[in-house]
């Protein structure tokens, strides 16, 4: 899943497998179901949950945005890199 989609107003609903559930927190920033025919059922009640709970949508959507704002974006990862590549070719003494 693009983590493009947490900056868009609205919470996530994905799969439990893969780099989703590293990026989906189950109930924090959306909401996982199991892969294949066995998650139908639990992908329906999710949609369901979300429909009668707008207050929830809109938790889990700007929690899912702040999640990728700090973690994701290119300026984050640009400095991540740069703090990592700065200790790795610091001398040691």
Same mark, same amino acid.
């Given at each position: 899943?693009?983590?493009?989609?947490? &900056?868009? +107003?609205?919470?996530? %609903? *994905? $799969?439990d497998a893969g780099g989703t559930r590293?990026?989906?927190?189950?109930?924090?920033?959306?909401? &996982?179901? +199991?892969?294949?025919? %066995? *998650? $139908?059922?639990?992908?329906?009640?999710?949609?369901?949950?979300?429909l009668k709970n707008p207050s929830a949508?809109?938790?889990?959507?700007?929690? *899912?945005?702040?999640?990728?704002?700090?973690?994701?974006?290119?300026?984050?990862?640009?400095?991540?890199?740069?703090?990592?590549?700065?200790?790795?070719?610091?001398?040691?003494?």
């Open positions: 899943m693009p983590t493009f989609f947490f &900056l868009l +107003p609205w919470q996530v %609903l *994905g $799969t590293e990026i989906v927190e189950q109930n924090v920033t959306g909401l &996982l179901h +199991p892969v294949g025919h %066995l *998650g $139908t059922q639990i992908l329906s009640e999710n949609i369901r949950f979300l949508r809109e938790q889990m959507g700007k929690r *899912g945005r702040k999640k990728v704002e700090r973690m994701y974006l290119k300026r984050h990862m640009y400095k991540r890199l740069a703090e990592v590549l700065y200790k790795c070719m610091r001398i040691k003494k």
